[in-house]
């Protein structure tokens, strides 16, 4: 199913996606510092959990104490955290101009529900995108990694992270696959990289999107 998107006319929305331990709230972070040391309004920002509703809907699909979910309730819950977060959160930072920056978005659902659990895609998409209203990131940085790099990288694991490894490795061909669709509004970068040298490249690639972040008059 193929659908048009939105792109916000003022601010600029930037998306990091990936694998777990991909680095990518690292680099989010990075990415604001760099941001704010130039002069610009900066929003970081994750999925799921970063709203008062988001943090009871984060604690349901990640704590492994809520055990089995349906696979269509477990996508609408992350639906529900989506649809709170661009309302309340999102737009209105784009509206005041701001650069805002998350931690995934969209595409983290397409990968682990549609690939992972293995979802009609065109159904789930449906479901996200509306969420949303169709609001696209004007970038979407996916930070690549094989899965058993990543999951190596943590100690304990949510219900998410502790799935197998045939599970992630569908996830990261998904944001691959995605990426390639859409080269004009993706960057992939090798997560194996050093920490610097993967905040040059992004940052290479967001300067170009700065000027539309200007309040709207």
Not at 76 to 87: G, I, P, T
């Amino acid at each position: 199913m193929s659908f048009p998107g939105v792109y916000a006319d003022t601010g600029v929305f930037v998306c990091f996606e990936g694998g777990d331990g991909s680095g990518k709230s690292t680099q989010s972070r990075r990415l604001r510092e760099a941001l704010e040391a130039e002069g610009h309004p900066v929003l970081l920002t994750f999925e799921p959990g970063d709203t008062p509703v988001g943090r009871t809907l984060r604690e349901i699909v990640l704590s492994p104490e809520t055990g089995e979910l349906s696979d269509r309730t477990e996508t609408l819950v992350y639906a529900a955290d989506k649809a709170e977060h661009v309302d309340t959160v999102v737009w209105p930072a784009l509206r005041r101009g701001e650069v805002v920056v998350t931690d995934r978005y969209v595409d983290s659902t397409l990968a682990y529900q549609g690939a992972g659990r293995v979802l009609d895609l065109a159904g789930l998409e449906q479901v996200a995108r509306w969420a949303t209203g169709d609001l696209r990131p004007h970038l979407t940085v996916v930070l690549d990694l094989e899965p058993v790099a990543g999951l190596g990288r943590f100690e304990g694991r949510d219900r998410i992270e502790g799935e197998s490894l045939e599970f992630h490795q569908r996830v990261r061909a998904a944001f691959l696959r995605l990426a390639a669709d859409d080269p004009d509004h993706y960057l992939v970068v090798d997560a194996r990289l050093p920490v610097e040298e993967i905040a040059a490249q992004v940052l290479d690639r967001v300067r170009p999107l700065l000027d539309r972040a200007a309040v709207a008059t």
